[in-house]
């Protein structure tokens, strides 16, 4: 076993390594801590070397240009690609206004879970907007994200019934059909990205192997990908089997449609879909998320599902942020043009510049680029007062690695333009392009 100072002679070793190995260093041992050793000593050598650019410190609200703290100890003022605030609504006035009279009239916490003492007033009218946004009956809230699909996945499925994944579904979906195979042995299958086929074959399978319900389930716009999914197929295609579709509407909310309803009403196909999953961290800029579906099926899963349950209800601040976003994003369709201007923007000169951006769709921008120079490249973009974030192995596949672009509509042109001139510089100084 190691003890906490022998984990340096790792340190000597991983400059003969390439940085996405990294993610895969374990180290057997019946000392429950000897992993996080080694993992400090891989994060000590990346620091040591310009390298590591986790948790870079924001000093200020989050917007398209901000003040850094950066790991070799400089403040930068830095043009924003990396966050997922695509409206700046975490800096609007009347948002921010908004959250500060609920403290006034609310306090800052609920003080109890939603089924005891939680509920407040401010959230059951941040779920009946919702529901009417979203085109279905009733919706519930909650105070993350991450918690929609754990407790939509857990809360519905038992033992014979099958949820079957498109394959880059996003973690929170993977962590939560983990969590019902193991409770329950709920059948857990995947299907190949965005493939119809692959997904027919997957349901008759499932069809063969299990007596109970089925549930297909995929993000509208992908997350670290930027496309979109084939929603009226496998809708189609699910009626057929008798299976019910969830959407992730995390990266689409506010972002596809006509009014930014999402996916369903970029497909025309409001009402549709058996549930809507979303996060009010990305367009709404607060932090939180959403199930939308029928009365029935939210009734049961208020009670059934274990994140809702048991979890202290959404903090009436964050609701009546969230509220006050969803008004002025009905009323004001300009945020939504100007997000979809830079991106058609960003795009266009992107290919001509002749990176690789894999076909996205969306103000999410996969830049793809070598695994061995994805630290290097980003250093070399921070030093340029560009703020994007390497994404590697375990949030893609391994040999996948991208700057992950993800565009706000407060961007200037002046600013997409410099981003444009580093990002050129860069890509032709690493051989990208």
């Not at 190691?2 to 990294?22: I, T, W």
């Not at 059951?124 to 919702?130: A, F, Y």
């Not at 019902?180 to 299958?189: E, I, M, N, P, S």
């Not at 340029?384 to 992950?404: D, G, Q």
């Amino acid at each position: 076993m190691l003890n906490r100072l022998e984990h340096n002679s790792y340190f000597e070793d991983f400059s003969n390594k390439s940085s996405a190995d990294y993610y895969d260093l374990e180290i057997p041992s019946k000392d429950l801590f000897d992993k996080t050793y080694a993992f400090s000593a891989w994060k000590q050598y990346l620091v040591s070397t310009d390298n590591y650019f986790l948790r870079r410190t924001i000093l200020g609200p989050s917007s398209h240009r901000c003040l850094v703290k950066c790991h070799d100890g400089k403040i930068r003022n830095m043009i924003m690609l990396g966050g997922n605030s695509y409206f700046e609504m975490n800096n609007h006035p009347e948002v921010k206004k908004a959250a500060v009279e609920a403290v006034s009239k609310y306090g800052t916490g609920s003080g109890s879970a939603p089924l005891l003492a939680g509920t407040l007033e401010v959230h059951r009218e941040l779920e009946r907007k919702l529901a009417e946004f979203k085109s279905c009956e009733a919706a519930m809230i909650f105070p993350s994200g991450f918690q929609t699909n754990y407790t939509l996945i857990n809360g519905l499925l038992r033992s014979q019934d099958a949820v079957i994944n498109d394959i880059l579904n996003h973690a929170s979906i993977i962590e939560g059909c983990k969590g019902v195979q193991a409770k329950f042995g709920t059948y857990v299958d995947f299907y190949a990205h965005n493939n119809v086929k692959s997904l027919r074959r997957k349901l008759e399978i499932a069809k063969n192997k299990c007596t109970g319900g089925q549930l297909v389930i995929c993000d509208g716009v992908f997350s670290m990908d930027g496309d979109i999914a084939p929603l009226p197929e496998i809708c189609a295609l699910a009626r057929e089997y008798g299976a019910k579709v969830a959407v992730d509407e995390a990266h689409a909310t506010g972002i596809l449609g006509a009014t930014g309803r999402g996916t369903c009403e970029h497909f025309s196909m409001e009402g549709q879909v058996d549930l809507v999953v979303g996060t009010f961290s990305k367009t709404f800029g607060v932090v939180g998320g959403f199930i939308a579906g029928k009365q029935e099926v939210i009734d049961y899963l208020r009670v059934y599902g274990p994140g809702y349950m048991f979890s202290t209800a959404m903090s009436p601040v964050d609701a009546a942020a969230v509220l006050k976003s969803l008004d002025l994003l009905e009323q004001d369709s300009t945020y939504r043009r100007q997000l979809w201007e830079n991106t058609y923007y960003l795009h266009k000169e992107l290919l001509g510049l002749g990176f690789d951006i894999n076909g996205t769709e969306t103000p999410i921008i996969p830049v793809k680029i070598p695994n061995d120079k994805a630290w290097a490249i980003t250093y070399d973009l921070q030093k340029r007062n560009i703020f994007v974030n390497p994404v590697l192995y375990p949030a893609v596949s391994k040999n996948r690695a991208r700057l992950r672009i993800s565009l706000m509509s407060t961007l200037t042109r002046e600013e997409l333009d410099q981003s444009l001139y580093a990002l050129e510089s860069v890509g032709k100084k690493f051989g990208v392009i």
